[in-house]
């Protein structure tokens, strides 16, 4: 025998054993299930946010941080600018009881280390039933703790959110700040003349299409993967050392379009591709990376000779297979070589 809850609600008349059905009910379903169903039973219909930096700051200015842009950056750095989520609509990695939610890998930092874990996760019904839930117990005062909105600068709010416990990331203010001054600038009322200078920087958590020099985008250094993104700023460094000398390639060669067949690989890509294991794709260390690339209507050879006599670092005659390897490896010695 089935029966609906709004037949409970309209027949509920205080009798004991009514109670005790829906104290049982309430003792069996899980707890991010209860919270959801609170939030839709109490508020009236929300207003759409999209999931895009915009929307993040109209929704968190809507649920009350004073510096919404500090949210809409963990947005950024937590889930791949909205790309991907923890559970249904967990934009923040926000952690649910056990057994509830959805049960996931991630990464923490102990003692210093970065490890992996197995976590469970809130599940949300919406984007800004999220937003709210972080702004109601970290931007705000809650249960005796003072809240970020305490702040007097966006930069403060991103460093109190890491003083005050909320990320295991030693680094995870900076790379907040970073985030915003890639998208705000350093200057205006969204931030405050005792704010570090790093506005426009090229770095880790800049979003895929970034322009790291006018032609060339983050995106296409990591073929618009998150799993292949960088994870430390010499690396992004290296980078623009090797897409300003393939701006010169573009230039050489009558503007014509660049295509990079392989930037940045992770250990656990470049294993998986069948790649060396010190290879330059890894950006292992300062100064140390490497794109294959080719110009679009350009016999490869042609742009091969060229980088072999202008390329002071490591070149790879790839010409045969349809690319030019360049890399630079610790030392930037001049080393050129073929594929066996």
Known sequence: MTIKLTDVAKNFKGLQHQIDALDWLQEAIPQDVLDTFAAKYREAPQEEFANTWEGVLAAASKAGAKYPEVLAAQWALESGWGKSTSCNHNYFGIKSPQGSGCLVQ??????????????????FA??????????????KNYKGYKGVNRATSRNECAKLLTEEGYATDPNYATKLIQIMDQKLGNSG?????????????FNPWSPFDY???????????????????????????????????????????????IIITSGNRPPKINQLVGGAKNSEHLYSGPDVGAVDFYIKGVDVRVVQDWCDKNWPYSLGYGADRGFVHLGMRLGKPRIRWDYA
């Open 106 to 123: 991630t990464k923490e930092f102990y003692n210093g280390k970065e490890v992996t874990v197995g976590a469970w996760f809130k599940r």
């Open 126 to 139: 919406s984007l800004y039933e999220c937003v709210d839930y972080l702004v109601n117990r970290w931007y």
């Open 189 to 201: 009322s969204a931030t405050k003349p005792t704010d570090p200078p790093q506005a426009q920087k």
């Open 211 to 257: 322009k790291v020099t006018p032609h060339i985008t983050y995106g296409e250094l990591t073929l618009n993967e998150e799993s292949r993104r960088f994870t430390k700023q010499y690396q992004c460094d290296t980078a623009v050392e090797l897409c300003r000398f393939l701006e010169r390639a573009r230039s050489q060669f009558g503007n014509k379009p």
